[in-house]
């Protein structure tokens, strides 16, 4: 997300056969980049470099193919996730999608990044208070982030899952949560000198800790994994603001 979304989708262009099918990658140090083709088992690096769609027909192809693979992903996990079956829910060809994405895992890394990239884009529009008062600021970056979590839970889960065995995946999320910390960070800015707290900086980073772990642990197991008292998201989001703004602010907001 931010600065780094252009340098991931930086790199070479995989080369290819004479007919025009991906070229076998060859083995790399570290499972790294070889030719521009990725060695490693699950192609999660921040070096690709997909063909520009000049054409209306050709952005709307790869959106489609975008939309069919990330459907994929929500219903089957990786394994359900082919060229041909992403080439068939898109109505489109298998050249098409190895001419535009490669082979499996850098269209895999393509949905990661597609998907972080919409997971920004949500928590800067979902970052907007309704009230201008400190409470109502810390309300709308908690309440942010829980909704976006929310929002794409399924997909979110199919990378929070592939990150605890794939490195490549794991470091990717990493690079996208901290990225998100910046942002919220900068949108409570404005309260960091009603923080009655020696470091307010320190303050601010804990809660979004409790708010991203305890939401990346609901997108993993879901509501009732460590309790079995039913919480809604919306429940669970409103605790979490009343939690923030007693630890930031001290008042509550119930």
Not at 138 to 164: D, I, P, Y
Not at 226 to 245: F, G, I, K, M, Y
Request: charged share 25%; aromatic share 6%.
């Amino acid at each position: 997300m931010v600065g780094r979304q252009k340098a991931w989708w930086r790199g070479t262009a995989a080369k290819r056969t004479a007919d025009g099918g991906p070229a076998t990658p060859r083995a790399g140090p570290a499972g790294g980049d070889v030719d521009g083709v990725y060695a490693g088992a699950v192609s999660i690096e921040p070096s690709l470099d997909l063909p520009p769609a000049q054409q209306a027909r050709s952005r709307l192809t790869q959106q489609r193919i975008l939309e069919a693979g990330t459907a994929l992903l929500e219903e089957g996990g990786t394994e359900a996730l082919t060229v041909a079956a992403v080439a068939s829910r898109a109505g489109v060809s298998v050249g098409s999608v190895y001419r535009r994405f490669g082979d499996k895992d850098r269209l895999i890394a393509a949905l990661q990044h597609d998907m972080i990239d919409q997971f920004r884009a949500d928590i800067v529009r979902r970052f907007t208070p309704l009230r201008a008062d400190p409470a109502a600021l810390v309300a709308s970056a908690v309440t942010g982030l829980t909704e976006t979590f929310q929002a794409h839970e399924r997909l979110m889960r199919v990378f929070l899952a592939a990150g605890a065995t794939d490195p490549a995946v794991a470091r990717v999320g990493s690079e996208a949560a901290i990225d998100a910390v910046r942002v919220f960070r900068q949108f409570l800015e404005p309260i960091m000198s009603m923080i009655d707290a020696p470091e307010p900086e320190v303050r601010v980073d804990v809660v979004y800790r409790l708010i991203y772990g305890t939401c990346q642990n609901r997108v993993l197991y879901g509501e009732l994994f460590e309790s079995d008292r039913p919480l809604t998201w919306r429940q669970l989001t409103d605790e979490l603001v009343n939690v923030a703004c007693r630890y930031l602010l001290g008042v509550s907001t119930q």
